[in-house]
């Protein structure tokens, strides 16, 4: 019997998340904000116009209006000032201390007047369609989520509940805090998951028998990279084996681990323990998103978006004053927009108030009217 496939779309302030539970546990979560112009947000297989900016011996650059300029490739015939259809293969990746310019690909089709991005949505919608297109049904927590996602999705959309309770119970907080960790507990070890220019890292450690710990590990491996919807190569140091047998097994361990992963490459096991792991990159990581380029600390809009969904979730009547450091306080400031929202759906004036003593997200104060 097949198990029920579960939706789970929670669209607060500053992000929507959404989930696909498999008969009840989280399999797949996905963490995606809203456009900014200033921002680089960009997915693979979205459709821009670009000017061709400079041609030299590291390939030929292009503008797309916004953000740092991107490599075309291939880019043969493109003069320096020409305008160019292009599609994205890879979205600029943040490594640890800088961004890896974006990856992308003459269309053939005809170019806009002006560079810039070609609306075919948000990307939450894309998102939502993709994850819909196999689920038995969708859980929001209201009303209005319900009346959004049926718009989006139309005729087409499966069963739509409104159970608040059961977005609760999936803990999406917990998903979130764990992915900006690198030390991931499981039961006999832990994995040391670490972001490198060259790669993500994953360093198996426990105590007692080798070969018990990376067979639990091969396991939690398979989840995480699936949860946390890590691409691009993927370095595996297990603990050493000797015996040849025992790697084979961890190697089919692996193997089956990986299944759910969909389009991958991998290697066996080594003689020093060590395998790889290659997926498509189409997006940036939930740890990618959550930290940017300074693995494990979250970036500034990370706690803004966390202050807003914690004054979201507040309780009671009256001005909500949310204090946090100057830098998260200046980013809201500057999105006028999501306290706008915010408000409409407290129904109270929301301050912001800098305070440089305030450490992670701040916190919110409801003052009684």
Same mark, same amino acid.
């Given at each position: ?13 500053? /992000? ?17 904000? =809203? ?26 650059? +292009? ?11 291939? #880019? ?6 020409a305008r160019v259809a ?7 990746? =943040? ?6 310019? #974006? !990856?992308?690909? %003459? ?40 009346? @959004?996602? $049926?718009?989006?999705?139309? *005729?087409? #959309? *499966?069963?739509?509940?409104?159970? %608040?309770?059961?977005?609760?119970? $999936?803990?999406?907080d917990a998903i979130v805090?764990? $992915? ?6 499981? @039961? ?18 426990? /105590? ?5 710990? @990376? ?17 691009? *190569? ?7 084996? #000797? ?26 096991? @080594? ?8 997926? %498509?990159?189409?997006? !940036? ?22 202050? !807003? ?12 004053? !949310? ?24 129904? +109270? ?21």
């Open positions: 019997m097949t198990p029920t496939r579960h939706l789970l779309w929670d669209q607060g302030p500053g /992000e929507v998340r959404l989930a696909i539970t498999v008969g009840g546990s989280i399999a797949d979560f996905r963490v995606i904000r =809203p456009r900014h112009p200033e921002q680089a947000l960009m997915a693979a297989g979205e459709h821009y116009t670009a000017r061709i900016t400079a041609r030299g011996a590291g390939g030929v650059l +292009a503008t797309l209006g916004f953000g740092d300029d991107v490599l075309v490739r291939p #880019a043969a015939g493109l003069a320096e000032g292009v599609a994205m293969t890879r979205p600029p990746i =943040p490594e640890p201390g800088r961004w890896k310019r #974006a !990856l992308v690909r %003459p269309t053939g089709e005809a170019p806009d007047a002006q560079p810039g991005w070609r609306f075919s949505g948000e990307p939450w919608e894309h998102a939502l369609r993709e994850f819909a297109a196999d689920a038995d049904a969708i859980i929001v927590a209201d009303a209005a989520a319900a009346q @959004n996602v $049926a718009a989006l999705l139309g *005729p087409a #959309a *499966p069963t739509v509940r409104i159970a %608040p309770g059961a977005l609760d119970d $999936a803990d999406f805090d764990g $992915a900006a960790e690198t030390e991931h507990r499981f @039961n006999g070890g832990a994995l040391s998951i670490e972001r490198t220019r060259a790669m993500t890292m994953i360093d198996v450690d426990g /105590e007692g028998d080798a070969h018990m710990v @990376n067979l639990a590990a091969a396991s939690e491996i398979g989840r995480l990279i699936r949860l946390f919807d890590i691409g691009g *190569p993927v370095g595996i140091d297990f603990v050493s084996m #000797a015996d040849r047998a025992a790697r084979h097994s961890i190697d089919a361990a692996l193997a089956a681990a990986c299944v759910p992963l969909g389009q991958h490459e991998r290697t066996a096991i @080594n003689g020093f323990g060590f395998a790889q792991i290659i997926r %498509p990159r189409a997006r !940036l990581s939930l740890p990618e998103i959550l930290c940017g380029t300074h693995p494990g600390r979250l970036t500034v809009e990370s706690l803004a978006v966390a202050l !807003l969904r914690e004054a979201a979730r507040s309780q009671g009547v009256g001005t909500r004053r !949310l204090v946090a450091a100057p830098a998260v306080v200046a980013f809201l400031a500057d999105r006028s927009h999501e306290i706008a929202a915010l408000q409409s759906a407290l129904g +109270a004036p929301v301050m912001l108030v800098g305070d440089p003593a305030q450490r992670g997200y701040g916190h919110v104060h409801v003052i009684p009217a």
